[in-house]
Every structure is written in structure tokens, then in C-alpha cells.
């Protein structure tokens, strides 16, 4: 089993920062993905950045504003979030894939931005 936990949400003004870690644990032999993702109220859930071992992806919405990175020994991840906007108020969950194993998602992190 995995289990991914997250932490570093909270509320911030406009302009500000914060810091997502994921923390994953369990049979991880191979990471495949590791990502962030954010679900506003009434929004699907979307793709805020993702890395594998050859490339980094980020939404539009956040590029150049938000790095994530990856401890692939200590098996964490991270999302720098900075110059937050209020629309980057969501939920954000880390998203892990396991070479044969699976998806596994966290349970969640709010994030609000004021303005």
C-alpha cells in the first residue's frame, strides 16, 4: 500500500508564498510521476505540475510562478508556490505513480490566497 501526505497549506494574501510537501510511504520501488494537482469549488480537478525523471510540466496558469521538485531517496515532493493569486484558492493534492503498482493521491491541502 501507499499512502501520501500532504502539508503546507494555509491562508496567504496576494503576492505571497507558501510550500507544499507531499510525503509518500509504503512499497515505492520505481517513481514515475510525481504531481500536484488542485480542485477550486464547482471546478474539475486540474494538473498544476508534474515531474518525471526526464521532464517537468506545468499548467499555463502557473508557470513561472510555482517549481515543483522531487527527493526521489526521501521519496517527497514539493510545490514553491510564489506570487499567489486568489485564483489559486483550491485544494491541492499530491498524485504519485508507481511503476506496476498504480495512482495513489493524498488526501488534500487548502490553499487560500486573499486579496
Known amino acids: 500500500q501507499v499512502q501520501l501526505v500532504e502539508s503546507g497549506g494555509g491562508l496567504v494574501q496576494a503576492g505571497g508564498s507558501l510550500r507544499l510537501s507531499c510525503a509518500a510511504s509504503?512499497?515505492?520501488?520505481?517513481?514515475?510521476?510525481m504531481g500536484w494537482y488542485r480542485q477550486a469549488p464547482g471546478k474539475q480537478r486540474e494538473l498544476v505540475a508534474a515531474i518525471t525523471t526526464v521532464s517537468t510540466s506545468y499548467a499555463a496558469a502557473v508557470r513561472g510562478r510555482f517549481t515543483i521538485s522531487i527527493d526521489r531517496a526521501e521519496k517527497t515532493a514539493a510545490l514553491q508556490m510564489n506570487n499567489l493569486k486568489p485564483e489559486d484558492t483550491a485544494v491541492y493534492y499530491c498524485q504519485i505513480v508507481v511503476l506496476k503498482r498504480g495512482v495513489y493521491w493524498g488526501q488534500g491541502t487548502q490553499v487560500t490566497v486573499s486579496s
Open positions: 509504503g512499497t515505492i520501488d520505481n517513481i514515475e510521476v
